[in-house]
């Protein structure tokens, strides 16, 4: 009898544990809406916050300590996921429709931070894009910084007008804070210029503090 029940028992055992290995996580889940989405064969009509109408691409970056995350963008809007070591949603959030993403560890923390260009705006004769960083601290996602990346306006009879901005990043060293430099030009010339401080928290998130002097790192 007793052997009986000790069969029993490991039956279930099994079954229990190929249940727990059947389970998908939300980041298994995640990917397999994506890979839907690329092939067309989707019938899933969102993922977290952002309804996947008009799917345009999607990245995905690990980091050292197991979390990843997702930036997801369509015609429309977009959004960044970060899911945990263990593949669990920790935090999603709506964001401009992304149309690039550089990952780069500014503060040489082991933890990157993701700079991307968003439309944030469009219509008639209207595109606006933005540059956001953002950074990946232990209580989630923050934007550290956004910038104007292209102001264009072509509306009616009004001569067309465009600003166009760059970005450039420095990585820290010899106890130098990293350094973010955001330039905007019209015609070719540097209309606006700003020299921004990289520094970090206790949390591991990266604040944005601009440079008093002006001065401009080579």
């Given amino acids: 009898m007793r052997r009986v029940m000790g069969i029993a028992a490991l039956a279930v055992l099994l079954i229990s544990c190929e249940s727990s290995d059947a389970a ?3 980041l298994q889940h995640a ?5 839907r989405k690329r092939a067309g064969t989707a019938t899933e009509d969102a993922l977290g916050p952002l309804p996947l109408a008009a799917f345009k ?3 995905e970056f690990r980091f050292g300590d197991g979390r990843t995350v997702l930036i997801v963008s369509t015609e429309y809007a977009g959004a960044i996921l970060l899911y945990s070591s263990a593949g669990g949603l920790v935090t999603a959030r709506r964001t401009g ?3 690039s993403v550089q990952s780069q560890d500014v503060n040489a ?4 931070e993701l700079l991307t260009e968003e439309v944030v705006g469009r219509g008639t004769g209207i595109r606006d894009h933005q540059f956001v960083l953002y950074s990946i601290g232990s209580a989630g996602i923050e934007t550290a910084w956004h910038g104007e990346a292209l102001t264009h306006r072509a509306i009616g009879d009004a001569q067309a007008s465009r600003r166009v901005g760059f970005v450039r990043i420095h990585q820290s060293m010899f106890n130098t ?3 973010l430099d955001h330039f905007v030009l019209v015609d070719d ?5 700003h020299d ?4 970090s928290n206790p949390k591991g998130l990266v604040r944005v503090r601009e440079r008093g002097d002006g001065a401009q790192r080579p």
Avoid: N, Q
């Avoid at 990917?31 to 890979?35: H, K």
């Avoid at 921004?196 to 520094?199: G, M």
């Fill in 97 to 99: 429709s992304a149309l």
């Fill in 109 to 112: 923390d082991g933890t990157p």
């Fill in 196 to 199: 921004y401080e990289l520094l």
């Fill in 24 to 26: 998908e996580t939300d």
């Fill in 57 to 59: 691409d999607a990245w």
């Fill in 31 to 35: 990917r397999a809406v994506l890979e």
């Fill in 189 to 193: 010339k540097v209309v606006e210029s």
């Fill in 177 to 179: 804070p990293a350094g």
